[in-house]
């Protein structure tokens, strides 16, 4: 039996995850705070809802996956229940394994996860990390549960911050650059729809050659940037406004909010 314990945006995104990926509704049990909430995922997925106790002393597997300002709470209302034979994941941003460690008491084995909400369409880029008490064994559990749903890397935790910054938070730079290419397009006077069709393509076209060549990404954009053409037009201005370094300021500070959240 396996628990996802505080089924939010990413609980609910990988309780979908493990479904599609062939577990039973009835193998699968969540937690949720609010009553409503609790009644729409019984609905949704015909899955049992219960206490974050009854998880806990059910499950073999539990997936927390509340918000790292949640964490501590949580894991104070289930470390009674949490014998040193279960695989404990925290999916939680910033939390290491050592605080979830520290306040389960028992030599419980834990792996940290950073996936992304990619989960959905079984392209999820998942991260994991051993703690003090997880094993090859553990790793593993982790990753048959994980790459149904998407590629999972074994990384050092100490980059788990940086993976958050990079693939966990990484989807919503994309959609936020969708999102300034088709206002670019409504500038130009195109119909919001055509924008949005043709920025979606045009990314998800990029994309798919990136993953399939194996080319860089430098020759793939030289490949598209003629000389003296449009697209150099396009990159100047880019450099102009300094995106590149935007960028590497923005994913750093997003780094940054991670390690503090383990903290706060
Ligand atoms: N949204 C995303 O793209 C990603 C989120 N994460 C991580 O996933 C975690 C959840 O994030 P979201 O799903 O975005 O937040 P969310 O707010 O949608 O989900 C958290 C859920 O936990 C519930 N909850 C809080 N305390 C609880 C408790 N004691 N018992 C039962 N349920 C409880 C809340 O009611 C809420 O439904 C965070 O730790 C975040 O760092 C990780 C990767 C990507
Ligand atoms: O924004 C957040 O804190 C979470 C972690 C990675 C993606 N979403």
Redesign the pocket.
Known sequence: MIAI???????EALLSGLLRAGFKAGEVMV????AE?AEALRERYGVEVVS?AEAAKTAQTLIL????Q?MA??LA?IAPYVPADRLVIS???GITTAFVESRLGEAVPVVRV????PVLVDEAMSVISAGAHAGEEHLRLTEDLLSPVGKVLRIPESQQDAATALS?SGPAYFFYLVEAMVDAGILLGMPRAAALEMVTQAIVGAAIMLRDSGEHPVILREAVTSPGGTTISAIAELERHKVRAAFLAAIEAARDRGRELAGG
């Open positions: 314990l505080g089924t939010g945006k990413m609980g937690t949720a705070r609010r909430r974050n996956a509340v918000k790292p949640d709470t949580l209302e999916a939680a941003a950073m996936s992304n909400t966990g």
